[in-house]
């Protein structure tokens, strides 16, 4: 199976997403205002799926409503115990890598909604724009896409460090894309048991390689707060380290 992350402005869902290769899972896709899911499992579970995504959405909704300037921070919001669970997700992914809770919310969502699925499926890959969360037998395929490189596409493996219990692989960008980014990697990657803090470091460390120098201590530091694995594609080079070898 594989799953390709979207890096550039003019790569839409249906072109990476034609990409994947789910296997023998039946895949379907959700998408509600923002959120637009691609799923993967065994059994046909729309309506099922639908209902955890519009939750998941309507927590992070219901929380930004209550707390002014929550959705703009740019810097880690207080941790909140009595927080929503898709919520304290963001909560704690933004503080341990640094930035603003919203960095967290795909992959949160695609957490949150993969492992209700695990209740009914036992492997799952819920790709929400390209951050995943997956719990699938054996290692698995990802593609990076970074559209501004000339290593324009790359395929990694993956294995679930915990086995069982799943892995979160996210993406960002300092060249393309709509993310706000303040780098200049064209890919950051991360492989985390939590998703949401995939996505939070893939952001966090994305934006900390400015310099072609810069990519070492960044790999390093992406471990330090959690990552199981980080791969930066900057400056025509591709680096890697921790939980993550390159596929043929």
């Known amino acids: 199976m594989r799953a390709a992350r979207w890096t550039g402005k003019e790569l839409d869902a249906g072109l990476y997403r034609s990409l994947a290769r789910p296997g023998r899972l039946h895949s379907f896709r959700i998408q509600d205002g923002e959120t637009d899911m691609l799923l993967s499992c065994h059994g046909r579970y729309e309506a099922e799926a639908a209902r955890w995504v519009s939750a998941a959405r309507e927590d992070v909704k219901a929380y930004i409503q209550r707390h002014p300037g929550f959705q703009q921070s740019l810097a880690p919001w207080p941790d909140d115990a009595e927080a929503a669970e898709v919520v304290r997700a963001m909560l704690l992914a933004g503080i ?7 960095a967290a919310v795909a992959g949160a969502i695609s957490q949150m ?12 890959i819920a790709e929400n724009g390209g951050d995943v969360f997956c719990r699938c037998d054996g290692p698995q395929r990802f593609g990076i ?4 490189s000339p290593s324009a596409f790359l395929q990694i493996e993956v ?3 915990v086995p069982g219990t799943g892995i979160g692989v996210c993406t960002s960008s300092g060249r393309l894309g709509p993310s706000l980014n303040f780098g200049n990697a064209d890919a950051v990657s991360v492989a985390a048991t939590d998703t949401a803090l995939a996505d939070a470091l893939a952001t966090a460390a994305s934006n900390r ?9 960044v790999l390093d530091w ?6 199981d694995g980080c791969v930066i594609v900057a400056f025509d080079q ?8 390159f596929a043929a």
């Open 96 to 102: 341990r890598a640094g930035v603003g809770p919203m």
């Open 113 to 124: 909604v993969g492992r209700r699925m695990l209740t009914l499926s036992p492997e799952v």
């Open 145 to 148: 896409v970074a559209e501004s």
């Open 159 to 161: 294995s679930e460090t």
């Open 209 to 217: 390689v400015r310099r072609r120098c810069d990519i070492a201590g």
């Open 222 to 227: 992406a471990l330090e707060r959690g990552a």
């Open 238 to 245: 591709v680096a890697a380290r921790g939980n993550i070898r």
